[in-house]
């Protein structure tokens, strides 16, 4: 018969020292960060909204809230977290015809939501004490997607408008990688005005990161 008792003692084993590599990295990092006392947190925004069509009908717009918290475990190397939020609304008039009827979608209005969270490691490019602090930061991140269209139609030879369709929300959760360009300008001991460009891409497929970028302003505090 198996040796579940040597199985299952192996695989207790295994976990307890994971748990205490786990616990002895987690141990280290909050012990260096309480010794070089200092915890980062981060407010961030983007916007942005664009008009097309012939008769400027047309509009996407894009807002992104985004946060993160970096805990330093050394002068120029922190743990950092981070949750962000964006809302993609596209609203098109174009009155295309529908096939076999009189009735045109009079618009769509496509709505997705992507929220993103990950950890990763940052490095300070220069000294906490600088004026003028670059960093940058790279890990792993997770993409949760949802997305729905709502179609409203129009008979163009009555003039009557139906009630509007939304189809079903689609989601996806997206195993990414983020990285993002930061640039702080001191303006206390404490507080930080920030400019940042931050992409989040699909794990493994570095050729997307410059398909995602977002330009965003932020401040900065230190504690």
């Known amino acids: 018969m198996p040796n579940y008792h040597a199985a299952l003692t192996s695989r207790y084993n295994g976990l307890m020292r994971f748990s205490f590599y786990q616990y002895s990295l987690l141990s280290l990092i909050f012990l260096s960060s309480a010794a070089f006392g200092y915890s980062e947190l981060n407010a961030d925004f983007h916007y942005d909204r664009q008009v097309y069509g ?3 009908q047309n509009s996407t717009v894009s807002r992104t809230y985004a946060g993160t918290l970096a805990t330093y475990f050394t002068q120029n190397f922190a743990v950092e977290f981070n949750y962000s939020q964006t809302q ?3 609203t098109e008039h174009e009155n295309i015809p529908v096939s076999g ?5 009079d618009s769509t209005q496509n709505r997705v939501l992507n929220i993103v969270y990950g950890a990763g490691i940052r490095w300070l490019m220069t000294s906490r004490q600088s004026r003028i602090r670059p960093h940058i930061s790279m890990g792993y991140a997770t993409q949760e997607v949802e997305s ?20 079903p929300v689609e989601k996806q959760r997206i195993k990414s990688v983020f990285g993002a360009f930061a640039l702080q300008i001191g303006i206390t001991q404490y507080f930080a005005i920030k400019g940042s460009v931050q992409t989040v891409f699909e794990a493994f497929k570095t050729e997307k990161a410059r398909d995602n970028l977002k330009y965003m302003v932020g401040v900065s505090w230190i504690f």
Not at 148 to 167: E, I, K, M, N, Q
């Open 54 to 56: 012939e008769g400027r």
């Open 88 to 90: 993609n609304i596209t």
């Open 101 to 105: 009827t009189t009735a045109v979608v």
């Open 148 to 167: 729905a269209t709502d179609y409203t139609f129009r008979d163009t030879v009555s003039g009557t408008t139906y009630p509007t369709l939304t189809t």
